[in-house]
């Protein structure tokens, strides 16, 4: 099975995760209590990942400092799919993603090849997870609550999303 097929289905298989812990948790918690029930799960299914490791940022080959990632889940096999390269998660905890957010992930994804680990230079691809706030509008409107997420790649300095319908 080729590589992006490998990817989605990993992805898929966070969200599903996702999905459980918001569940049994429901609405309003901080985004570390999700994370830190996301991490179980991550245990529990045997998916090899790295929680708050610091990635270097750079800007005209200069470090501007440190910043930490949500997870990292560096190359493995799964029972259920296989990552060639590692793959960054970023978590949020909102009302809904934003571009804010998306930015975050296109700088981690634009440095992560200048540091010198493995672990992060050859990381390509990163994924939004946004366990959603319920009801932030006070509209009644039961459809803001769950799980949204979104895949994201970089080739050539070019920031794309990945459609998770393919």
């Known amino acids: 099975m080729n590589e992006k097929k490998q990817l989605l289905?990993?992805?898929?298989?966070?969200?599903?995760?996702?999905e459980e812990c918001y569940l049994d948790l429901g609405s309003d918690f901080k985004e570390d209590t999700y994370q830190?029930?996301?991490?179980?799960s991550f245990r529990q299914e045997?998916?090899?990942?790295l929680k708050e490791s610091n990635l270097e940022i750079f800007f005209k080959g200069e470090s501007l400092g440190l910043f930490r990632l949500d997870f990292?889940?560096?190359?493995?096999?799964n029972r259920k799919w296989q990552l060639k390269n590692p793959l960054i998660i970023?978590?949020?905890?909102?009302?809904?993603?934003?571009?804010?957010?998306?930015?975050?992930?296109?700088?981690?994804?634009l440095?992560?090849?200048?540091?010198?680990?493995?672990?992060?230079n050859k990381i390509r691809d990163g994924i939004l997870l946004n366990w959603k706030k319920g009801d932030p509008d006070g509209s009644g409107d039961?459809?803001?609550?769950?799980?949204?997420?979104?895949?994201w790649t970089m080739k050539s300095k070019k920031f794309s999303k990945i459609s998770l319908s393919d």
């Open 142 to 151: 039961e459809n803001v609550e769950g799980v949204e997420i979104e895949l």
């Open 111 to 120: 440095s992560a090849p200048r540091n010198s680990s493995e672990n992060f």
């Open 9 to 18: 289905k990993c992805t898929q298989h966070i969200l599903k995760l996702a």
């Open 72 to 77: 990292l889940l560096p190359a493995q096999r």
């Open 46 to 49: 045997k998916i090899k990942y």
């Open 36 to 40: 830190k029930a996301l991490a179980i």
């Open 90 to 109: 970023e978590t949020k905890a909102t009302s809904q993603l934003n571009t804010d957010a998306r930015a975050q992930l296109k700088k981690y994804l």
